[in-house]
Nanobody
Framework: QVQPVESGGDSVQAGGSLRLTCAAS????????MAWFRQAPGKEREGVAAIISEGTGRYSDSVKGRFTISKDNAANRLYLEMNSLKPEDTGMYYC????????????????????WGPGTQVTVSS
């Protein structure tokens, strides 16, 4: 059973930084397609960043240049480095993945991912 678990969420001031981590037992990171999504109260879940097995990343326009997605295959970890945080980055952040994924490019559509973590809260105050 594959179960992602996120950590690293916190409350920070605007302009600050956070690093989120996703750990998922039961899967081989080198062959996974993985992504970070977020959901603010009253809003739909939004794709933030995605990465495919060979390492190519993709970002939403709202975070491009500020966030970096990466994965450590040896440690079975997915990361989201978030810099220059803004109040509009506030929300619950979720890790999502597909195992043995053969996608040719990263995808930021929630319905394309099978496994989801419970989320970690990020709050950015102005």
């Amino acid at each position: 059973q594959v179960q992602p678990v996120e950590s690293g969420g916190d409350s920070v001031q605007a302009g600050g930084s956070l690093r989120l981590t996703c750990a998922a037992s039961g899967s081989t990171y080198s062959r996974n397609c993985m992504a970070w999504f977020r959901q603010a109260p009253g809003k739909e879940r939004e794709g933030v960043a995605a990465i495919i097995s060979e390492g190519t990343g993709r970002y939403s326009d709202s975070v491009k240049g500020r966030f970096t997605i990466s994965k450590d295959n040896a440690a079975n970890r997915l990361y989201l480095e978030m810099n220059s945080l803004k109040p509009e980055d506030t929300g619950m952040y979720y890790c999502a993945l597909n195992v043995d994924c053969g996608w040719r490019f990263p995808i930021l559509l929630a319905d394309r991912y099978k496994y989801w973590g419970p989320g970690t809260q990020v709050t950015v105050s102005s």
